[in-house]
C-alpha cells in the first residue's frame, strides 16, 4: 500500500522558515519524480515545485522561486520543501505527491498523494 506522509507544517511568523518533509513507502521512490503541491482556502490545488527521479532538475512556481527548495532524499525515501521568507500569502495546505512520467504543474498527472500539511503565515 502506497503512503506518503507529510509533516513538518504550522504556525508561523512572516518572514521565517520552515521545513516540510514527506516520507514515502509502499514505492520504488527512486522511480518516482516527487512535487508540492498547495491549496489555500477556496482555490484550487497550485503547483509549488517539483524534483526528478535523481534531484538533479527541480521546478518551481514563479511565486515561489528564490525562496523555496525542494530536495530528496532516495536513501531516505523522502522529499523535503525548505520555505523560507514566508509570506501570509503562503498559507496553505501543502501536499506532496508521487508520479511515474516526468514532473508536470498539473495535479492528475500524480499517482499519489499525501494527506497534506497545514502551513499558517501570520502578518
Known amino acids: 500500500q502506497v503512503q506518503l506522509v507529510e509533516s513538518g507544517g504550522g504556525l508561523i511568523q512572516a518572514g521565517g522558515s520552515l521545513r516540510l518533509s514527506c516520507v514515502a513507502s509502499?514505492?520504488?521512490?527512486?522511480?518516482?519524480?516527487m512535487a508540492w503541491f498547495r491549496q489555500a482556502p477556496g482555490k484550487g490545488r497550485e503547483f509549488v515545485a517539483g524534483i526528478d527521479w535523481n534531484g538533479g532538475i527541480t521546478y518551481y512556481a514563479d511565486s515561489v522561486k528564490g525562496r523555496f527548495t525542494i530536495s530528496r532524499d532516495n536513501a531516505r525515501n523522502t522529499v523535503y520543501l525548505q520555505m523560507n521568507s514566508l509570506k501570509p500569502e503562503d498559507t496553505a495546505v501543502y501536499y506532496c505527491?508521487?508520479?511515474?512520467?516526468?514532473?508536470?504543474?498539473?495535479?492528475?498527472?500524480?499517482?499519489?498523494w499525501g494527506q497534506g500539511t497545514q502551513v499558517t503565515v501570520s502578518s
Open positions: 509502499g514505492v520504488t521512490f527512486s522511480s518516482y519524480v
Open positions: 505527491a508521487a508520479g511515474r512520467l516526468i514532473v508536470s504543474r498539473h495535479a492528475d498527472e500524480y499517482n499519489y
